[in-house]
């Protein structure tokens, strides 16, 4: 049967890594059919919404979702209603994409690139699992309001309720049987009640998967942890803000922000997928993107939500084969490597599969 993929290329670097994941995709000869709308600041500007009705129909109806980045400064001084992310996190929490996974594996090939040492990194492989749609993010009440005394005040609420941590839970520890058996839960439950909730859960929820092996760790330590020993984790479970953070710092342990894909899914697996990095404004417009982290993200969507299994580890095995040729971009490059194009590093994933 058909499977219908809805592409949502967005802003700044967005279309140009999309273009070259969509042609990776095409290469496949799978039964696909592709659609695509608008969404963040090409959104805003054609129709006064981040996140038009039409794509929201659009991405109920299909089978999965492909997204390139959304934002940037043209933006940026625009009403939150009408920001770019205002999108993203809307089509996040429309189809309740709670479970976001975010692994974060070094290449061999890239060793040099990591910002640590190799004999820290080489062989790292883990999995964050952030919740994508509650926290800090979306929680009520927020705002900026002013005192009576005229001065302003911003203010957001952090709010998880028992079920939204055990629902990220469970995704965590399933993740967690399926590789180390090793599940790192990320925390504040020295400050914040509601992570002390979030802690409480997790450790009911461990008795359910006696075999994962489930430890706590606050988030500042965790940051740290990453950076100076990141093979001590496996999976790594944490709320919507912590995640965003602790995963922008593992990025760079893989060599680039540009290497990591990810995956949101719903309860049904249902899911959008996405690269973990921006829409890079600094270098938008100049074939500078590194487009593997959104050619993985098909990877993932061919494995999570099309079970077209054989055909996300012919795409993880392309990527491997053109790193094997010493092709990198500008973010990527090495001493001895050829620098190469985004274009021309999506053909040769092309020529690879
Ligand atoms: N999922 C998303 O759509 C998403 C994620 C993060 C940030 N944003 C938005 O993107 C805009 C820019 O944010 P930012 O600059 O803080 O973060 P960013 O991730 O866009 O860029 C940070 C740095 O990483 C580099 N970079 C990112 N992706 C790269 C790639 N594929 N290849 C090579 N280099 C890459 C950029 O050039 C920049 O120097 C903001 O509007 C932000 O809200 C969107
Ligand atoms: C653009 C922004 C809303 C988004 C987030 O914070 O979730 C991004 O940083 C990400 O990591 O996907
Ligand atoms: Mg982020």
């Known amino acids: 049967m058909t499977k219908h993929v809805l592409v949502l290329p967005g802003d700044g670097i967005g279309p140009e890594i999309v273009t070259e994941a969509v042609k990776v995709l095409g290469t496949l000869n799978l039964d696909i059919e592709i659609d695509s709308a608008l969404i963040g600041g090409a959104a805003v500007d054609a129709t006064g919404n981040p996140l038009p009705d039409e794509t929201l129909e659009k991405a109920r109806n299909a089978d999965a979702i492909l997204l390139g980045a959304v934002g ?24 309740e994409l709670f479970a976001n996974l975010r692994p974060a594996i070094l290449y061999p090939q890239l060793a040099e690139a990591s910002t640590l040492k190799p004999e820290v990194v080489s062989g790292l492989d883990i999995l964050i699992v952030r919740e994508l749609t509650g926290g800090i993010y979306f929680g009520q009440p927020r705002g900026i309001r002013t005192l009576d005394n005229g001065e302003r005040e911003g203010y957001n609420t952090y709010v998880y309720s028992e079920s939204e941590i055990r629902r990220i839970g469970r995704q965590a520890f399933e993740a967690a049987q399926k590789r180390g058996k090793r599940l790192c839960s990320i925390d504040k439950s020295n400050v914040l009640e509601v992570t002390v909730l979030w802690k409480e859960v997790m450790d009911e929820l461990a ?10 760790m606050l988030v500042d330590n965790a940051a740290m942890q990453l950076v100076r020993a990141p ?13 965003d953070i602790l995963s922008d710092a593992a990025a760079m342990l893989t060599g680039s922000i540009g290497m990591l894909p990810s995956a949101s899914l719903d309860e049904n697996g249902k899911g959008m997928y996405e690269p973990c990095h921006g829409s890079a404004p600094d270098i938008a417009g100049q074939g500078k993107a590194n487009p593997l982290a959104t050619i993985l993200s098909v990877a993932m969507m061919l494995r999570y939500s099309l079970n077209e299994i054989a055909a996300a580890d012919r795409i993880e095995q392309a990527v491997e084969k053109v790193l094997d040729q010493g092709l990198r971009t500008a973010d990527i490059m090495s001493e001895g490597c050829k620098l190469v194009s985004t274009e021309e590093m999506g053909a040769a994933v092309v020529a690879a599969l």
Request: proline letters at 6%; aromatic letters at 8%.
């Open 72 to 95: 940037g400064p043209k933006w940026d001084g625009n009403a939150m209603e009408q920001r770019p992310e205002k999108g993203l996190l809307g089509i996040r929490s429309q189809l």
């Open 207 to 216: 008795k359910e998967y006696p075999d994962v092996e489930l430890s706590h």
């Open 231 to 243: 093979k001590q984790f496996d999976v790594m479970v944490t709320g919507n803000m912590f995640g």
